[in-house]
């Protein structure tokens, strides 16, 4: 209280005292009012910020539920083309091992088809020499 108030018979002066109330209350008003619009500004902007906040959310819980998506989707085709691929690989060890014994019963064919040759041509190579010593005997020149 910056304010001098004048002095009167009984004391300070009503009228000087009153004013300087009246203008402490004009300013405390003027104050209230600000801080009631700051306030009504500040949960404005609270509240923006809710809503900004809520939309991230939900847009951050949705990119998470989409990787979790994906991630168990690329689990799903990766444990799918292992099985595939164990599967294929089954199946060439089942006709790599067929052919083999494919190949083991043609080379033991081969082997006897080799033996019966070798033993005709023994035979035909006998009947040969038989001939030819019955020629030599009978006189007959070659």
Do not use: P
């Not at 002095?7 to 402490?24: A, H, M």
């Amino acid at each position: 209280m910056s304010e001098m108030f004048k002095r009167s018979f009984f004391g300070y002066d009503l009228e000087s005292v009153q004013q300087e109330i009246d203008r402490i209350n004009q300013q405390y008003e003027l104050k209230a009012k600000g801080l009631k619009m700051e306030m009504t500004e500040l949960n404005h902007q609270k509240e923006l910020l809710r809503v900004e906040y809520n939309n991230v959310k939900q847009e951050v819980d949705f990119r998470e539920n989409k990787k979790e998506f994906i991630k168990n989707q690329l689990f799903e085709k990766y444990i799918d083309l292992s099985d595939k691929h164990l599967a294929a690989k089954h199946k060439m060890e089942d006709s790599i091992a067929i052919l083999k014994n494919q190949v083991q019963i043609k080379q033991e064919e081969l082997s006897k088809y080799k033996g019966y040759s070798n033993k005709i041509r023994t035979d035909i190579l006998k009947i040969k020499d038989i001939f030819e010593t019955l020629l030599e005997e009978e006189g007959v020149e070659k």
